[in-house]
């Protein structure tokens, strides 16, 4: 399974690290982004074991920057 997010269009908003901290934090950016990820381009991806609270950011996330594959 894997989180991928598209960096660019996250607003800052951190409804995906009130909900899922132990994966996501903010950047030195400002913008949140995944815990340990890789980037790809203006992707951010990490490998996980387990969906956990990966899905509820993805649907919390106003802009839909957040995939979670299964």
């Excluded at 607003?11 to 909900?19: D, H, K, P, V, W």
């Excluded at 950016?29 to 609270?53: L, R």
Aim: net charge neutral.
């Amino acid at each position: 399974m894997k989180i991928i997010q598209d960096h660019e269009k996250c607003i800052s908003c951190g409804s995906c690290t009130a909900i899922c901290p132990k994966y996501w934090k903010i950047g030195e950016d400002g913008k949140a982004e995944p815990v340990d990820f890789k980037k790809s381009g203006n992707k951010y991806e990490v490998e996980i074991k387990s969906v956990s609270c990966n899905k509820e950011a993805m649907d919390s996330c106003p802009v839909q920057c957040i995939m979670v594959k299964e």
